[in-house]
């Protein structure tokens, strides 16, 4: 399969622990975006990397999550200190570049008890 | 706040009957694309289609443009009951770096 691949599918955790997710863009591509997608909403975009070099930070992106690309191929998103209101769909998606297809990981659903 | 209103929040209709789903959006953008989401599963890509582009054809989709109104509509012909999922679209907007805003989708149910 040379889709995007999202690990893990599922997690849960008690509030104020921390969680690494990791996303496996399509080889190649260079552009790497996360977006957040809670129940019944669209997804909202998090933050997104031009090759290693992560470009643009939304507000939502508090300073509890970071985001990192080395080497420019995968990509983890932590959050620390987890929060309740952090429970969310967590997606990944890859394109060759900017206005490019967007192809999407099947995401990580975070359940914060 | 999310760029894209859809319309209609929620569509049922029987197989066999044609699904229109409308996006409004607010300002220029570089492409529009639509993506299809099942329940709890990740999003997948529809068709995109740019900003001096009018309509575009996928087998049993049909996707218009409209620029000056600022809007865009995806009809499903013949729909099944696999066409049961939300649709999403996801506008592309000038100046903004390549990030989508989504709007709110609308939940189709196709009854056999």
């Known amino acids: 399969d040379t889709g995007v691949s999202q690990d893990p599918r599922h997690k849960i955790t008690k509030r104020g622990q921390n969680v690494t997710f990791r996303c496996d863009p399509i080889?190649?591509?260079?552009?790497l975006y996360w977006y957040r997608q809670t129940l019944g909403q669209g997804p909202e975009f998090l933050t997104y990397?031009?090759?290693?070099?992560?470009?643009?930070k939304s507000r939502l992106l508090s300073d509890r999550f970071s985001a990192e690309r080395p080497k420019g191929s995968f990509s983890t998103l932590e959050i620390q200190r987890t929060e309740q209101g952090d429970s969310a769909m967590y997606l990944c998606?890859?394109?060759?570049?900017?206005?490019?297809?967007?192809?999407f990981g099947a995401g990580t659903r975070l359940s914060v008890l | 706040s999310q760029q894209g209103e859809e319309d209609p929040q929620a569509l049922s209709i029987q197989e066999g009957e044609n699904a229109t789903m409308n996006c409004s959006y607010k300002t220029s953008i570089n492409n529009l694309q639509w993506y299809r989401q099942n329940s709890g599963r990740g999003l997948v890509h529809l068709i995109l289609?740019?900003?001096?582009?009018r309509e575009k054809h996928s087998g049993r989709l049909r996707v218009t443009l409209d620029t000056s109104k600022k809007s865009s509509s995806l009809l499903i012909t013949a729909s099944r009951a696999a066409d049961t999922a939300s649709y999403f679209c996801a506008t592309d907007l000038q100046n903004q770096g390549g990030k989508l805003i989504f709007g709110q989708g609308t939940e189709l149910s196709v009854k056999p």
């Open positions: 080889s190649e591509h260079n552009r």
């Open positions: 990397f031009q090759n290693e070099a992560q470009l643009e």
């Open positions: 998606a890859s394109s060759l570049a900017q206005g490019s297809i967007q192809y």
């Open positions: 289609i740019r900003s001096n582009e």
